[in-house]
């Protein structure tokens, strides 16, 4: 499967004259031949649309337009292809058009927690950097549609220097996720400049990828690359498969090379109607990423961005499959369900209910088999009053290892330290009548 197989030879001829397994293995060929318009892309495929449905195309064309690399194209199984993974992630629809009330364009709030351009600063301790505003393929569920082909460009030296100085001037930072557009598409040497900046500031820890390269242009993970991102360790690169048709041999190549050379690998998978909506696909998917060394890290309930609505399951869907994987296979194939919270209140993780009932020393807990069990809590447990004073404490912790932090959220209503008894949302009239 895959390898320069005969259909990407057959795909290959129809974009040159002479093709080749050189030029078809080297990313920047399938950049620049990527298929941008509905003619190439029936050309190159061998198909062809009715010609209501091409007017249609076209007009979702206009607002969200279209790339694919003929790597990523050359996937699509022609004789299905209505019903095709790869084809639906990366061929318009026009459903694209259809703008739901509850659609938005930066549901997440993006753009709002963004102290400095191509920043996103929401977590306490981790930031979202934007440096690349372009991908070599567009997918169809992008959250960040909203931006995609808006301005095709990676941002220059200056533009990352203002994003650096932020990051260096705010110590609380200490993980540093990359994203885009792709960060891969930016040249070795671009990267090597900018993660070596990173490099520079102590209290960065940890920087990760994000990247689809493995997935839909795996050529692009070369040895030169793989020697420059191995100067930057620690370095964690997370990618996004949403179907076991996605793992290839160049593929799994593309990801052998990262895990030989050390990185941890992760996965994020988006839950997409029609295209892995299904516990028995899910599962798969889960076990051939591990197969390959990579971690299923968030399946993500798809975002509220605009265009995506025929995308979108019921939350109920994600419950499901995670009741399909949890206890069902091993603990390191199962990812974390998230739902990303409209108004950037960050991923939110969730769970089939495996509390069934609370009694005094005692919790009622059932497994994934709908076996009911109960759990013995101790008659007595001293709790250690906790005043945040490490010093009087007998738990060990090195204070000069462990700078502080300030509790936040459900962990303030938890903590002996902090009095606050409720948290209490803005605007809220019986509050608001009290006078104090
Ligand atoms: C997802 C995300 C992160 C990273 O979150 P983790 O749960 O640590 O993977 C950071 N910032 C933003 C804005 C994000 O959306």
Redesign the pocket.
Known sequence: MDIYNVKQQQLAGRIEEKPSLLKWRDWRWQIKNSIRNIDTFEKILGIQFAEEERASLKETLEKFPLSVTPYYLSLINVNDYVNDPVFKQSFPNSQELIHSAHDMADP?H?DKDSPVSGI?H??PD???FHISNICSMYCRHCTRKRKVGDKDSIPHREQILEGIDYIRKTPAVRDV?LSGGDPFMLSDNYLDWILGELRTIEHVEVIRVGTRMPVVLPYRITENLVKILKKHQPLWINTHFNHPREITASAREALAMLADAGFPLGNQTVLLAGVNDCPRIMRRLMHDLVKNRVRPYYLYQCDLSEGLSHFRTPISKGIEIMESLIGHTSGFAIPTFVV?APGGGG?IPIMPNYIISWGTNKVILRNYEGVITSYQEPDSYEPVFCDRNCTDCDLQLSLEEAPEYQAVGIEKLLSDYDETITLIPRDNERFDRRDD
């Open positions: 997440l993006e996103t929401r977590y981790r930031v979202l996720l990303d991923k």
